[in-house]
T-cell receptor, first 112, second 113 residues
Framework: EAGVTQSPTHLIKTRGQQATLRCSPI?????VYWYQQALGLGLQFLLW???????NRGNFPPRFSGRQFPNYSSELNVNALELEDSALYLC???????????FGPGTRLTVT | DQQVKQNSPSLSVQEGRISILNCDYT??????FLWYKKYPAEGPTFLIS?????DKNEDGRFTVFLNKSAKHLSLHIVPSQPGDSAVYFC????????????FGTGTRLKVLA
């Protein structure tokens, strides 16, 4: 069974630009979660999508947004990038909200 | 407001001994808890979970204990192996209401050979 995949592996952007990160969940998983791990910090919950709908979001500004497609893959968009957005962005999927999440390898976003 | 806390940023243990990683939470609505292990440059890997209806769950060398009255959970690794060296995150969720996982900041475990 293929795991959660994320692309790109690394992304370098400049301040003010937009970044788009992509995630493909494990087959059969309908929930996708996005997390941010900034240097020295734990995993901060960003967004949760289930069956194409945004179910919950963490304490992040509106310039962090995303969507889930009919095939359950997901996209995270970060607009008006700021230096502090530099972090590892992790995507996870689960087959139900009550089950454990399986994580992808992450996308390292660097904002210069 | 850190609802899930891992107060020890790092822990060193001799190979073969027990590793105990601790996690405290503040939200009494949390009823499902998980532990993840994370190696550098990889995403976290699920280790073990526990529901609030239990106080212990065991899987091989890994045992998670839950003390609901103290809002505390711990992960025991026995015996510890060098390959267990990683960052360990605990996570908590409330399976009713506005469900989401809250992660702790992680504890870096180093198992010394």
């Amino acid at each position: 069974e293929a795991g959660v995949t994320q692309s790109p592996t690394h992304l370098i952007k400049t301040r003010g630009q937009q970044a788009t990160l992509r995630c493909s969940p494990i087959s059969g998983h309908t929930s996708v979660y996005w997390y941010q791990q900034a240097l020295g910090l734990g995993l901060q919950f960003l967004l949760w999508y289930d069956e194409g709908e945004e179910r919950n979001r963490g304490n992040f500004p509106p310039r962090f947004s995303g969507r889930q497609f009919p095939n359950y893959s997901s996209e995270l968009n970060v607009n008006a990038l700021e230096l502090e957005d530099s972090a590892l962005y992790l995507c996870a999927s689960s087959r139900d909200i009550a089950y454990e999440q399986y994580f992808g390898p992450g996308t390292r976003l660097t904002v210069t | 407001d850190q609802q899930v806390k891992q107060n020890s940023p790092s822990l060193s243990v001799q190979e073969g001994r027990i590793s105990i990683l601790n996690c405290d939470y503040t939200n009494s609505m949390f009823d499902y808890f998980l532990w993840y292990k994370k190696y550098p440059a990889e995403g976290p890997t699920f280790l073990i979970s526990i529901s609030s209806i239990k106080d212990k769950n065991e899987d091989g060398r890994f045992t998670v204990f839950l003390n609901k009255s103290a809002k505390h959970l711990s992960l025991h690794i026995v015996p510890s192996q060098p390959g267990d060296s990683a960052v360990y995150f605990c996570a908590a969720s409330a399976t009713s209401g506005t469900y989401k996982y809250i992660f702790g900041t992680g504890t870096r475990l180093k198992v010394l050979a």
